[in-house]
């Protein structure tokens, strides 16, 4: 079974550039989360929709990310304009609802992340 | 807000001794989930523990939910260097909103 992928799994751009992260989620999962690890701050939830609905959004750092889900198999990260302190692991991450059934019906999967890097 | 804590944030062990980290949270949590994350992946789930007192076993791994489930810890035992890593605990908030709020990590360096 495909697991969560996401692209590009490496993106080095300059400062000013706009960037954008894309996940699919684990088919049948109705829950998609995105997430940000830097050694500062550790692993933080930026977003997550349920549904393709954006849920809770609190975590986003200011109005230069954006998140969309336009269906249930896509969702995309964007930073515009990016700047250096961008620069980190970005994680999408899918979840299947309750009553769907897995090893547990709130696990998370991750996906192999995008590193990002802004000059 | 909710908020999850892990000590030690690293831990430098001799391969064979015993390791353990241990999970805290502010609020009572509905489940803990722990999470592994090698050096350059990301994190892979690997157990939840949902009942208060909940003790589970993966091998050489131990994982307990507390009585009061605010609390829980994850013991290694003889560690070897393919456990290294970092091990994350979460809880699902208590507002049942779907957010799970992972601790910050425990890094284990095994030494061979």
């Known amino acids: 079974d495909a697991g969560v992928i996401q692209s590009p799994r490496h993106e080095v751009t300059e400062m000013g550039q706009e960037v954008t992260l894309r996940c699919k989620p684990i088919s049948g999962h109705n829950s998609l989360f995105w997430y940000r690890q830097t050694m500062m701050r550790g692993l933080e939830l930026l977003i997550y929709f349920n549904n393709n609905v954006p849920i809770d959004d609190s975590g986003m750092p200011e109005d230069r990310f954006s998140a969309k889900m336009p269906n249930a198999s896509f969702s995309t990260l964007k930073i515009q304009p990016s700047e250096p302190r961008d620069s980190a692991v970005y994680f999408c991450?899918?979840?299947?609802?309750?009553?769907?059934?897995?090893?547990?019906?709130?696990?998370?999967?991750f996906g192999p992340g995008t590193r990002l890097l802004v000059l | 807000g909710q908020q999850v804590m892990q000590i030690p944030q690293y831990q430098h062990v001799q391969e064979g001794e015993d390791f353990t980290t241990y999970c805290n949270s502010s609020?009572?949590?509905?489940?803990i989930q722990w999470y592994k994350q090698r050096p350059g992946g990301h994190p892979v789930f690997l157990i939840q523990?949902?009942?208060?007192?909940e003790v589970k076993k993966q091998k050489r791994l131990t994982f307990q939910f507390g009585e009061a489930k605010k609390n829980s810890s994850l013991h290694i035992t003889a560690t070897q260097t393919t456990d290294v890593g970092t091990y994350f605990c979460?809880?699902?908030?208590?507002?049942?909103?779907?957010?799970?709020?992972f601790g910050q990590g425990t890094t284990l360096q095994v030494k061979p």
């Open positions: 979460a809880g699902y908030d208590s507002s049942n909103t779907g957010k799970l709020i």
């Open positions: 991450a899918s979840s299947p609802a309750p009553g769907q059934g897995a090893i547990s019906q709130e696990t998370q999967y």
């Open positions: 609020t009572t949590l509905s489940n």
């Open positions: 523990l949902v009942k208060s007192g």
